[in-house]
Structure formats: structure tokens, C-alpha cells
């Protein structure tokens, strides 16, 4: 079992920075692939940026060069720092963590006001 628990997000203006923070705990392999997602009202979810154990990181060109995904490996934790925020970046974020199956964690509100 495998549990993913979001923080960080909140009400921001455009132009600022917010934090999001993802705790997994459970069964836990060494070599997994974490990542951030989102999904804004009326869109699909899409990929925002993603981890891997060993540090590879990817990311969507919306935030490239404004968002920076790291973890700590031995907190099992990954962090979605969010600068220069847009009000297209508004969405509900999503944790996930992909080893042999893909887990969710439950969402993080992040409203970014012009």
C-alpha cells in the first residue's frame, strides 16, 4: 500500500511563488518515478514535471523555467517549487509516484489571482 499526501498549495498573485510538497509512505522500491500533475476546471489532467530515484527530471514547456521539481530520497518526499505563477497555472496538483503501478495522491489547490 502506498500512500501520497500533497501540501503547500493556496491562493497566490500572479507573479508570486508557492511551494507543494509530497510525502509517500508505505512500500516504498528504490527506483521510482515521481512526479507533479494538474488539472484545471473543464481541462484534462497534464504532466507537469516529473523525477526520476536516480534525478532525471522532465518538464512541460508551460513551466520551464519557472518550476523546479526535486526530492529527498530518503524522506520519500518531492517538492514543486512555482515561480513567476500565472493565472493559467491555476489547477488542482496532483503527486504521483509510478512503480509498477501509478499512485495518486488526493490534490493540492493552487489559485493563482491576475
Known amino acids: 500500500q502506498v500512500q501520497l499526501v500533497e501540501s503547500g498549495g493556496g491562493l497566490v498573485q500572479a507573479g508570486g511563488s508557492l511551494r507543494l510538497f509530497c510525502a509517500a509512505s508505505?512500500?516504498?522500491?528504490?527506483?521510482?518515478?515521481m512526479g507533479w500533475y494538474r488539472q484545471a476546471p473543464r481541462k484534462q489532467r497534464e504532466m507537469v514535471a516529473f523525477?526520476?530515484?536516480?534525478?532525471?527530471?522532465n518538464y512541460a514547456d508551460s513551466v520551464k523555467g519557472r518550476f523546479t521539481i526535486s526530492r529527498d530520497n530518503d524522506k520519500n518526499t518531492i517538492y514543486l517549487q512555482m515561480n513567476t505563477l500565472k493565472p493559467e497555472d491555476t489547477a488542482v496538483y496532483y503527486c504521483n509516484l509510478v512503480q509498477i503501478k501509478t499512485h495518486w495522491g488526493q490534490g493540492t489547490q493552487v489559485t493563482v489571482s491576475s
Open positions: 508505505g512500500s516504498i522500491f528504490s527506483t521510482n518515478v
Open positions: 523525477i526520476t530515484s536516480g534525478g532525471s527530471t
